[in-house]
């Protein structure tokens, strides 16, 4: 008995360590109810998951707690049928075709087709598992890119669908957009444009656990909740309030993925109304750019609407609304893309029905997709460059349009490749880039048009002085005309430390290849020449401040001198040297030799970089000639 428990004790640890925990069961409560005033949906959106309102009807859900909250208040809601309980829809399995739009996949299926995307187009994408959800399943994006497994300098932009299980038009929506976009590259310029100059990331379902709530094998059952019973697009950071439902481990997924990625532009879908509702939904203060969200909406409406003139009437007859002016919530997905992340996202109700018969599916396709595709050329417009230091390296900067942007609209650069968007409606504006540690720089008048890329790129610093200098195999004469920061040896030769074998002046040395008490040299002096052995050729590059001649008299004493050559250019020994005519007798460099009063020198110029032997009458200062400018 006691040996086999020695076997199955480990074996039931393994196994309750790999399954997932399971949620608690749960009752979901759909309902609708009236209200008096529509400021009582400030208090309500807290206690409950409002999911529409019209007129002084609304529609909401709620899990238990928040169905007993919900009971204290005078509401006399009446219960009504769960979307998710509705027909029964056909479903298509693995193996099944994916491209039969007029079934739902199951849960197997949905992860198959995925990544059939992939190994189909591996040129064009790849599928990410960004994290598992309470009860095991995955949330998936497709990136869909050229290039697509570099980061490259392109606008991110995102969509992501059914975060409320039982809105599934969205769903299917985005997985037959992942297929006509990869399916439609190599004929189709305006797929084209919008592949090679973004990077599209789709992730058709949000929220499995919700829309597999019945089981994977059907959408028959799907609830709007999570697994622990709770609104996932409640549970984000919230700038304007507090998230009314608890961080859940999607919720922290999807931050966890927003904080490794640089979105710009997104959208979030959902189903039992028609309407674009934009920023903000927390707040009714004005979104600084809701004027631009609105041309936004409106184009997606208007182009949705030359397939279907009724289409997303149900509710405005614009087709959009502001978020909060429809109902406030706290802890959308769509205020804590576009606060927290600086992104534009909106929300997009796309049909009345909650889950929608797989037989209007391909109708909801046919009315939006061409609307999805001009949602995101968006990302292909405005002002949009690159931040990038005098290197190249790019830099992590802020761009605001002066006179306009406030804390949350400002463009940040990816700091990985030092690009970034600022989407802004036609007209001329005042620019101002600031990095961190450097002055702003301000660019005026800058036009922005309709349809078109206006291009500003900044370099932030200046190259400092440097000096390359050429080391040959064996021994080299060498000095130094910029004094480095850190005049440390083993910091200035480090690019080359590998290939020295001995550096030394007329009184220290240093070694790398010998015991620390031989080495004497710790600081560079530019005062000196040096001789170096090197086991190869090879160029050491150093940067540092210029040394001035005029300021740097160097001093020789009577006989011979090792000393540097501080001019910038390559000088005449006779206009080099005419600080000390008086006093010069010989200079050499190797077997190159300048005798003053000889016709035929082998030494005639000097050049930075070197180092010569130098031999005077008398002490005296060597000043060379300062640079000309
Ligand atoms: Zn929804």
């Not at 609304?58 to 204290?72: K, R």
């Not at 608890?246 to 979105?263: C, G, K, L, S, Y």
């Not at 929608?356 to 417009?381: D, H, K, M, R, V």
């Not at 931040?387 to 790019?394: A, R």
Request: aromatic share 14%.
């Amino acid at each position: 008995m006691k040996d086999t428990m020695k076997y199955i004790l480990p074996l039931i640890l393994l196994i309750s360590i790999s399954l997932p925990v399971l949620a608690k069961d749960w009752t979901e409560y759909y309902f609708q109810f009236e209200i008096q005033d529509k400021s009582e949906l400030e208090f309500l959106t807290d206690i409950i998951s409002i999911a529409k309102v019209q007129g002084n009807v609304v529609w909401a859900f709620a899990n238990d707690e928040e169905w007993q909250a919900f009971q204290q208040l005078n509401y006399h809601p009446q219960l009504l049928q769960k979307p998710g309980y509705g027909i029964e829809q056909p479903m298509r399995d693995v193996g099944d075709s994916f491209r039969d739009w007029y079934t739902y996949p199951t849960y197997d299926a949905y992860v198959a087709q995925m990544y059939a995307f992939a190994s189909n187009y591996p040129n064009l994408c790849q599928i990410y598992d960004i994290g598992t959800t309470i009860n095991g399943r995955k949330i998936l994006f497709a990136k869909i890119s050229d290039n697509v497994s570099l980061h490259e300098a392109e606008p991110e932009v995102q969509y992501s669908a059914a975060i409320h299980g039982d809105e599934t038009c969205g769903y299917m929506t985005m997985l037959h957009l992942i297929d006509y976009l990869l399916s439609n590259y190599s004929t189709n310029p305006r797929i084209q444009n919008l592949i090679n100059n973004l990077e599209i990331w789709i992730n058709p379902l949000a929220n499995p656990d919700g829309t597999y709530y019945g089981g994977n094998n059907s959408v028959s059952g799907a609830r709007r909740y999570n697994a622990n019973g709770y609104d996932l697009n409640r549970s984000f950071p919230d700038h304007w309030g507090t998230p009314s439902a608890p961080t859940q481990t999607e919720t922290t997924i999807f931050t966890n993925f927003a904080n490794n990625h640089h979105f710009v532009l997104s959208a979030n879908f959902h189903g039992g109304t028609e309407v674009v509702n934009y920023p903000w939904d927390g707040t009714y203060t004005p979104h600084i750019d809701e004027n631009w969200f609105i041309d936004l909406s409106a184009d997606y409406v208007n182009t949705a609407r030359q397939v279907y003139s009724n289409y997303m009437t149900s509710l405005y007859s614009t087709g959009y609304t502001n978020g909060a002016d429809w109902y406030i919530i706290h802890g959308g997905r769509q205020d804590y893309f576009t606060y927290f992340h600086h992104c534009r996202e909106v929300t997009i109700e796309l049909s009345n029905t909650y889950i929608t018969p797989a037989t209007q599916l391909e109708n909801y396709w046919n009315y939006n997709y061409n609307s999805l595709l001009g949602y995101l050329e968006n990302a292909l417009y405005g002002l949009q460059g690159t931040v990038k230091d005098v290197y190249g390296n790019p830099l992590t900067a802020t761009i605001t349009v002066l006179g306009l942007d406030t804390v949350y609209s400002t463009a940040i650069t990816d700091p990985a490749c030092g690009d970034y968007i600022r989407m802004l409606l036609p007209g001329t504006y005042n620019v101002q880039i600031s990095v961190n540690g450097y002055e702003p720089q301000t660019f005026n008048n800058i036009v922005i048009t309709e349809g078109q890329k206006t291009t500003l790129n900044a370099v932030f610093g200046v190259i400092p002085p440097s000096q390359t200098l050429q080391l040959n195999a064996g021994w080299n004469l060498i000095s130094f005309n910029i004094q480095p920061n850190n005049l440390n040896i083993e910091s200035i030769l480090s690019p080359v430390m590998g290939n020295v074998i001995q550096i030394k002046n007329l009184k220290e040395s240093f070694h790398p290849g010998m015991d620390s008490y031989y080495n004497t040299i710790t600081n560079l002096d530019i005062t000196c020449g040096y001789w170096i052995k090197m086991n190869s050729s090879t160029s050491l590059y150093l940067e540092g401040t210029p040394i001035d001649p005029s300021t740097h008299p160097i001093n020789l004493k009577t006989g011979w001198n090792l000393v540097p050559y501080y001019p910038e250019n390559i000088l005449s020994v006779i206009s080099a040297l005419q600080s000390i005519t008086s006093y010069l007798q010989e200079v050499k460099y190797f077997n190159q030799v300048y005798i003053p009063e000889r016709i035929n020198n082998s030494l005639t110029q000097m050049e930075p970089g070197k180092g010569y032997w130098i031999r005077v009458l008398q002490d005296c200062n060597l000043i060379y000639p300062a640079a000309k400018n």
